[in-house]
């Protein structure tokens, strides 16, 4: 049993639109609400904060919904048109509210921004749990760890369009010293990245026809389902997967604690603890990025091998060692060195260990029906911590010091581990070899 890599790269378009909005939108709404409508930068954080508190409830409502739909088309299909449709649209309202404003300032306008944004916050939550769902549809369960692998791999890909884009269109060069920058064409061509992926993935992937597919190959293998009959035609999971769920997601909220701890905070610690500037805190960060691009493949091949769980509690090790060597760097330190890269190059690397696996370990303890509701399980874990670790950090670092972020970061991961030794369901289970291939194996 291979994964089809073609497919699952048409699946993973549509988080490749996703990311390519997020990354337009973490970059450029902020310097809209600041520069454009003035406002303080509390009020804009907390206008940006929004996404991840709607996240909360929309995300596993939304995929518990389209669990429940049948159409046509498919089950999350209809999410995924319809969500990018709309947010397509909207998207494209802002900047020209925007312009408008500069031009002619009022209430009205930047009232009619803000729920704008709002309806666009809302669009793109009813079809991310979806999209994320539409991989584990499709794929066996042994093969989901690599599967995930190449969704993160397109939502790198998504990101990094968008930042080719916007730096060939809007060099320091051209808006440095002027009064406004008009968005319009960087959002219209996100727009049409969105657009064009969905086409694709539409055109592409027929999610009944592979669901069924699945379903089949599922049924000829009864013993990669946790669930259980009750007795009245419906299953249910057992308590014991039931408990480990509960662990899962505990650690999936206590890992994100820690990592975007580090990520929301890194560039002011360095400049209150190193005196260093924008530029060398993005480059840490940046590395930590193309460290877990270059190895979400690789991980993915490593879990099908030793399991999924002992590829996240190895990156949980490797994550926490990494903050702890962080910490004495910084504080020993006055300049941001090699040696810095070096470990933020292995935080990718640990992050990409247990982002790959997390998810599919989180929709391996559902039957297929229930996935978009898992799907959500697991964002609710995650969005959840990275609603409330902003302002833990923050509130730690303005009353203790700023010198408590990575011990913060490093102990917060430290705690997935433990929590990760109850998790006992979810992991994939290495097929066994047979003929020629076995006797291959025994050689290595």
Not at 19 to 41: A, G, H, R
Request: hydrophobic share 50%; net charge neutral; aromatic share 12%.
């Amino acid at each position: 049993m291979k994964l089809n890599n073609k497919r699952t790269i048409f699946v993973g378009l549509a988080f490749l639109s996703i990311c390519s909005f997020w990354q337009m939108y973490d970059n450029v709404i902020p310097l809209i609400l600041t520069k454009t409508f003035q406002l303080s930068e509390t009020l804009s954080g907390a206008i940006m904060a929004a996404d991840n508190v709607l996240a909360l409830f929309l995300l596993p409502f939304f995929g518990s919904l389209s669990d429940r739909t049948n159409t046509r088309i498919g089950k999350r299909m209809p999410f995924i048109l319809l969500g990018t449709a709309g947010a397509v649209v909207l998207l494209n309202l802002l900047p020209l509210i925007d312009n408008s404003y500069h031009a002619s300032p009022s209430t009205g306008k930047m009232f009619a921004f803000i729920v704008i944004l709002a309806l666009l916050l809302i669009a793109m939550g009813t079809y991310r749990s979806p999209a994320v769902a539409l991989m584990p549809d499709v794929t066996p369960k042994p093969l989901r760890s690599k599967g995930n692998a190449i969704i993160n791999l397109m939502g790198a890909v998504g990101g990094i369009i968008y930042l080719a884009v916007a730096a060939v269109m809007y060099p320091s060069s051209k808006v440095q010293g002027l009064d406004h920058v008009n968005y319009q064409p960087l959002f219209i061509i996100v727009g049409l990245i969105m657009v064009a992926s969905v086409f694709i993935l539409f055109r592409k992937v027929d999610e009944p026809k592979l669901v069924a597919e699945n379903h089949a190959l599922e049924a000829e293998h009864p013993e990669w389902n946790l669930a259980q009959d009750d007795g009245s035609g419906s299953e249910i999971l057992p308590a014991e997967v039931k408990r480990s769920l509960g662990f899962l997601l505990a650690s999936i909220a206590l890992w994100f604690i820690g990592y975007n701890g580090i990520t929301t905070w890194f560039t002011t610690y360095v400049d209150k603890v190193m005196g260093q500037g924008l530029g060398e805190a993005s480059t840490c960060l940046l590395i930590a990025t193309a460290g877990a691009i270059v190895s979400y493949i690789p991980i993915g091949s490593l879990a099908s091998k030793i399991g999924r769980k002992k590829t996240i509690m190895m990156g949980i090790i490797i994550l926490a060692a990494c903050f702890l060597s962080g910490f004495f760097l910084t504080t020993t330190y006055s300049e941001i060195n090699a040696v810095m890269f070096i470990v933020f190059a292995i935080v990718g690397f640990a992050w990409a260990a247990i982002n790959v696996n997390s998810l599919p370990m989180v929709v391996e303890m559902c039957k297929g029906s229930d996935i978009g509701k898992f799907t959500g399980y697991y964002y609710t874990a995650s969005m959840a911590a990275q609603v409330v670790t902003p302002i833990v950090a923050g509130f730690l670092m303005k009353n203790i010091s700023y010198k408590v972020l990575f011990p913060y970061a490093a102990l917060f991961v430290a705690l997935s581990f433990v929590t990760m030794t109850f998790v006992k369901h979810g992991d994939a289970i290495p097929e066994a070899k047979k003929g020629i291939a076995a006797f291959e194996e025994m050689d290595d």
